[in-house]
T-cell receptor
Framework: RKEVEQDPGPFNVPEGATVAFNCTYS??????FFWYRQDCRKEPKLLMS???SGNEDGRFTAQLNRASQYISLLIRDSKLSDSATYLC??????????FGKGTRLSVIA | ETGVTQSPTHLIKTRGQQVTLRCSSQ?????VSWYQQALGQGPQFIFQ???????GRGNFPPRFSGLQFPNYSSELNVNALELDDSALYLC???????????????FGSGTQLSVL
């Protein structure tokens, strides 16, 4: 089983839609979690950290379920500019960050 | 902008050649990590340098080697290039090494390497 698994998509959604991505991780000792955004042919950029209590940043909400070992990202009121690949990232403390393959989102006018 | 700069931006090499990629970390950051990202894949950890010493290595052969300099800039060297080495090579800087659980990475824009 891969350390971090994501549905590669693509998710094609209309503007204004709500879309959710899930990510599962295999290492139960994982301690910190992030979502990164990567535009085509560009570097990944930190979107948000994921906290146990869940956290929100504008239209973006991240949730962590330790019991089921999954992380989610919810995007409300999708914009064309949200089109990108979203990378789920996990840190197990004394190991480097482990990236999923990413989920591709296309927001259509 | 993250303040992490990489050079060159693009490179074309042939099999068997050697390549050196360079990275300048963000001001104040003492740790540099290198990642390889093949098309359609997530970034894969190559190694990390903390205060000029290798501080962790991923599943890459010894022909991938690196250096970190006193100013925390870094080089990635790849010998005996293979076709499968074609990828985007990303450098990321951070303030702490592997001992933290809340490490956030700031990436450079990468070097696109094509091996023919």
């Amino acid at each position: 089983r891969k350390e971090v698994e994501q549905d590669p998509g693509p998710f094609n959604v209309p503007e204004g839609a709500t879309v959710a991505f899930n990510c599962t991780y295999s290492n139960s000792a994982s301690q910190s979690f992030f979502w990164y955004r990567q535009d085509c042919r560009k570097e990944p950029k930190l979107l948000m950290s994921v906290y146990s209590s869940g956290n929100e940043d504008g239209r973006f909400t991240a949730q962590l379920n330790r019991a089921s070992q999954y992380i989610s990202l919810l995007i409300r009121d999708s914009k064309l500019s949200d089109s990108a690949t979203y990378l789920c990232v996990v840190n197990s403390g004394n190991t480097p960050l482990v990236f999923g393959k990413g989920t591709r989102l296309s927001v259509i006018a | 902008e993250t303040g992490v700069t990489q050079s060159p931006t693009h490179l074309i090499k042939t099999r068997g050649q050697q390549v050196t990629l360079r990275c300048s970390s963000q001001s104040g950051h003492n740790t540099v990590s290198w990642y390889q990202q093949a098309l359609g894949q997530g970034p894969q950890f190559i190694f990390q340098y903390y205060r000029e010493e290798e501080n962790g290595r991923g599943n890459f052969p010894p022909r991938f080697s690196g250096l970190q300099f006193p100013n925390y800039s870094s080089e990635l060297n790849v010998n005996a290039l293979e076709l499968d080495d074609s990828a985007l090579y990303l450098c990321a800087s951070s303030l702490v090494g592997l001992s933290t659980t809340n490490e956030k990475l700031f990436f450079g824009s990468g070097t696109q390497l094509s091996v023919l």
